[in-house]
């Protein structure tokens, strides 16, 4: 295998129908040499990503959570960190009080939950992550004090409402707010300025002696299309968004199909 490291997006990409590492995945990172990272990029938080490091048997890699807003080496240092303001964060909650939204707030290592309904406990099944319970008002005292703000707010509801909010946000904030619909149902809304690919190339200055051009990285979704563009490989699963395989130097199968670990026994046998 020519490429130095593997960087990768979780859902839609890495896991399988299950939500879980396949078996077939499992072994092929287990055959690739050690000095060989496998980095996890994701919207998810470090807590999020921790056990399927741990179940690919590689425990000690960096994380880039957040979708690049929080920057972890592999001893658990933070190379970056980049939130929202509290003020925005603040004025969101005030834009979906009227509405039936639900609201997530993330910062660093905590996911703070005011009420426990669908979507808290759909994020908990899909992550296997228990939040704080806290009042999003609570939250936002406590990160005043420590001037603070959000790695990440998620917004989980309607698809009328959702789309509502998304055009509210990114009509005043587009300059400020990178705005992700995963889903319909979903918004995530991160820092404007931050990326998997500006991380990635953190993480790799930081910790490595090689560079982008040397790293493989797949993904499925718009918040993956900057980090195919960036490194040498960039591998587009069979389900990604059709920008993602637009830019995508290979089309691998769908994340159902093990696409992951088909590409990496492929140029496993190539090198």
Excluded at 200 to 226: H, P, Q, S, T
Aim: with cysteine.
């Amino acid at each position: 295998m020519k490429y130095k490291a593997i960087c990768s997006d979780i859902d839609g990409t890495l896991l399988n129908s299950e939500r879980d590492l396949s078996l077939r995945l499992k072994q092929v990172i287990n055959l690739l040499p050690s000095q060989v990272p496998v980095i996890l990029a994701s919207s998810r938080m470090p807590d999020a990503m921790r056990h399927l490091l741990i179940d690919l048997n590689r425990p000690s890699e960096p994380m880039i959570a957040y979708n690049g807003g929080f920057v972890l080496d592999g001893s658990g240092n933070v190379l970056d960190s980049v939130s929202i303001p509290l003020d925005l964060v603040a004025k969101i909650l005030e834009m979906t009080k009227k509405t039936s939204i639900h609201v997530s707030l993330y910062q660093g290592e905590n996911w703070y939950e005011s009420q426990n309904d669908y979507w808290a406990q759909r994020e908990i099944k899909n992550t296997k992550v228990e939040p704080t319970w806290k009042i999003s008002e609570d939250v936002l005292d406590l990160w005043s004090k420590d001037n603070l703000g959000a790695h990440k707010v998620m917004c989980m509801g309607d698809s009328q409402e959702i789309s509502w909010l998304f055009g509210e946000l990114h009509f005043e904030h587009s300059a400020d707010l990178h705005l992700y619909r995963s889903k319909d149902t979903y918004i995530e809304i991160a820092p404007r300025k931050i990326s998997k690919a500006t991380a990635l190339r953190l993480v790799l200055e930081k910790c490595y002696d090689f560079g982008m051009e040397d790293v493989v990285a797949f993904g499925d979704n718009y918040n993956d299309i900057d980090l195919l563009q960036s490194v040498g490989w960039g591998v587009a699963v069979e389900n990604a968004r059709p920008e993602v395989k637009a830019v995508a130097n290979e089309i691998t199968l769908h994340h159902r199909e093990d696409g992951v670990a088909v590409t990496l026994e492929r140029m496993k046998s190539e090198s």
